[in-house]
């Protein structure tokens, strides 16, 4: 992993601070990390209760962590797997870039373009107050939208590309929902890291 040079983008988001830093990871080392996560990582893919009715939930998860911290969201609880090696040197870059420790990794497999996450915030209690969200993109190029809470036509998206990080932190999770939605493009897989820090309950 060599020094990271490239220029940064601070995303103009009211009451925000969200950072894009492209090419964090060159065409070759993103192409490494993508194949061996996507063999090496434990998926699963979870239920979720939507107005009343239970839906495989439309992409592939797993979580691992330094801790035992479990994570829920949804109304679902994921239990960490450990990090292995790549997934900790991953983990250590963007660490170091961010100048954020990150406990946790919640991991979003998005095997084609009907795979999506859905508006939301990640503003779990197990989170703690302003957290850090730094996460990484592998794979297919797809678009990150946010949307302001207090008025919904305050919108905002930004394509994220193979190799890039994205940290999210201060008061944005209060804010602003993001997604990433589906679409009928014929898209290949998409691997997203959100490293995290998960406080084990007391």
């Not at 080392?29 to 699963?44: A, D, I, M, P």
């Not at 994570?71 to 961010?98: N, Q, R, W």
């Not at 979003?108 to 969200?133: F, Q, T």
Request: glycine share 6%; hydrophobic share 35%.
């Amino acid at each position: 992993m060599t020094l990271y040079k490239k220029s940064t983008l601070r995303l103009p988001l009211q009451n925000a601070e969200v950072w894009y830093y492209p090419e964090v990871f060159s065409e070759e080392e993103s192409g490494f990390y993508f194949r061996t996560l996507q063999h090496k990582v434990l998926w699963q893919q979870d239920e979720i209760r939507i107005f009343g009715k239970t839906h495989p939930q439309p992409r592939l998860t797993a979580l691992y962590g330094d801790n035992l911290a479990p994570y829920s969201y949804s109304g679902i609880t994921m239990h960490p797997h450990p990090f292995f090696p790549e997934l900790a040197a991953i983990k250590e870059t963007i660490s170091t870039l961010s100048g954020h420790p990150f406990t946790s990794c919640l991991l979003n497999l998005y095997r084609n373009g009907r795979d999506s996450n859905g508006w939301h915030a990640d503003d779990e209690k197990e989170l703690g107050i302003n957290p850090v969200i730094a996460s990484v993109s592998f794979g297919e190029e797809r678009y990150f939208h946010f949307k302001y809470k207090k008025d919904k036509t305050l919108r905002y998206k930004l394509l994220l590309e193979n190799g890039s990080l994205l940290v999210m932190k201060g008061a944005t999770q209060h804010h602003w929902l993001h997604q990433i939605p589906k679409t009928t493009k014929d898209l290949e897989p998409r691997i997203n890291l959100t490293f995290r820090n998960i406080n084990i309950p007391t």
